[in-house]
Each structure stands twice: as C-alpha cells, then as structure tokens.
Nanobody
Framework: QVQLVESGGGLVQPGESLRLSCAAS????????MDWYRQTPGKDREFVAS???????YYAESIKGRFTISRDNAKNTVYLQMNRLKPEDTAVYYC???????WGQGTQVTVSS
C-alpha cells in the first residue's frame, strides 16, 4: 500500500528554519524521484522542489538558495530543509510521487511574528 506521511510543519518567526519530512512506504523514493509542493487558500498548488533518482534537484525561483531537498534512501524519506523563512512561505506543504501519482496529506507551515 502506497503511503506518504509528511511531518515537521509548525509556527515559526521570519528568519527561522524548519525541516519537513516525507516518509514513504509501498515504493522506493530512490528509484522514482520525489517532489514538494505548497498551497495557500484560494491558490493553485505550486511546485517547490524536486529530487531525481540520481540526486538532480530543481527549485522554484521563489525559494532557491533558501530551501534544500534531500533524500535518505535507508529511511525511504525525503526532506525539505527550509531556511530564512518568510511570511510568504506560509502554506500547506505536500510531498508528491510523480511515479506513483500519489500525494501526502500535507503539513502546515506558518511564518509569522
């Protein structure tokens, strides 16, 4: 059974950091690539970052230089390290497997003073 479980969201102040985790089961993230997306109320879900099986990464311009996507094959988990967070980063963050066409349930990130 395919499952993606995100965790690590929360409330932080501008300039602080968070690390999101996406634990996968039912398939191997190392062979399929994984994405992170985010969504705010009233807006479409937007691409944030991706990592390929060969560790090639892509980032949205809005977060480039502040966020880093990584993967731990032994834990079958993908991470999104978010540094220097801004209020406009506030959103529900989702991990997505393009290969399995499967979304996680999302984790809320709120950046506010």
């Amino acid at each position: 059974q395919v499952q993606l479980v995100e965790s690590g969201g929360g409330l932080v102040q501008p300039g602080e950091s968070l690390r999101l985790s996406c634990a996968a089961s039912g398939f191997a993230t190392s062979t399929s690539g994984m994405d992170w997306y985010r969504q705010t109320p009233g807006k479409d879900r937007e691409f944030v970052a991706s990592i390929s099986p060969g560790y090639t990464t892509y980032y949205a311009e809005s977060i480039k230089g502040r966020f880093t996507i990584s993967r731990d094959n032994a834990k079958n988990t993908v991470y999104l390290q978010m540094n220097r967070l801004k209020p406009e980063d506030t959103a529900v963050y989702y991990c997505f497997s393009p290969f399995m066409k499967y979304w996680g349930q999302g984790t809320q990130v709120t950046v506010s003073s």
